[in-house]
């Protein structure tokens, strides 16, 4: 089976051999990828609603994997036992959503050694979240499919390192590796500020100030790590 680009980002930091909860998993591509590939022995994976756990059931009968594909529907973690997963994926959910489903775990998020996060937007407030929550961002990684650039997060239990909000919003392991697409992301993010900056400025709203006031001075330091980035090439 061929998976996306964005798929197999995620799969680059689950350890050979590792117990995996896939939670949102939606058709169970990834599930069935790992199992077939050898790189997971067993996997639970759930989903919050029936009509994705349907075609993810339809998908691991269909490849003869439901002994080692265990499906069940819920919201989040609560489908895991206690430690039956080391590893837990949570792809194509907004950040907030992420952010809500570890926090509503409690101590069960505890037990996973490795949360592997691929946030459809706001992955800012949730690595701010995840480094105010006791877990550090391990790696990252960046990948584009069709005009899109997708993040992917690797958070594990344990004090990150970085102080500076901004480089923690970013991606902390990005910026060190100098990732090639941080500066096309970060480009974008600036570009979809000064628009929200214009809207602001027409607007006769008071409590627009201090917003503003926070965005521009985002932009300003975001301004100032693509420098970095673009002078760090030269
Ligand atoms: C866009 S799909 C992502 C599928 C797959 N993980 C991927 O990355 O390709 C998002 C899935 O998450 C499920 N979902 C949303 N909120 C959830 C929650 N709180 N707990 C479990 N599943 C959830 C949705 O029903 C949907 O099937």
């Not at 993010?189 to 627009?208: A, F, G, P, Y």
């Amino acid at each position: 089976m061929k998976l996306s680009a964005r798929l197999i980002s995620i799969i680059q930091f689950i350890p050979r051999g590792s117990t995996v909860a896939d939670i949102g998993t939606d058709h169970a591509l990834l599930p069935v990828y790992l199992v077939e590939e050898g790189i997971a022995q067993r996997i639970v994976a759930g989903d919050l609603n029936m009509g994705p756990l349907q075609a993810a059931r339809k998908k691991v009968i269909e490849t003869g994997l439901n002994e080692r594909i265990t499906l069940r529907q819920g919201n989040g973690l609560e489908i895991l036992e206690p430690g039956e997963a080391e590893v837990c994926v949570i792809a194509g959910l907004g950040g907030p959503t992420i952010r809500q489903v570890i926090k509503d775990a409690g101590p069960k998020a505890m037990q996973i050694k490795r949360f592997i996060l691929q946030p459809m937007g706001g992955s800012g407030q949730l690595r701010e979240w995840l480094t105010d929550n006791g877990w550090r961002i391990a790696d990252e990684d960046l990948v584009s499919e069709d005009d899109h650039i997708y993040e992917v997060i690797l958070a594990v239990p344990g004090q990150e390192s970085t102080s500076d909000r901004t480089l923690n919003s970013i991606g902390p392991r990005l910026f060190e590796k100098r990732h090639p697409l941080l500066s096309e992301v970060l480009t974008r993010e600036i570009n979809h500020n000064r628009k929200i900056l214009d809207d602001m400025r027409q607007s006769s709203v008071v409590d627009t100030a201090v917003k503003c006031q926070t965005l521009q001075e985002r932009n300003k330091n975001l301004e100032w790590i693509v420098e970095c980035l673009s002078s760090a090439k030269r």
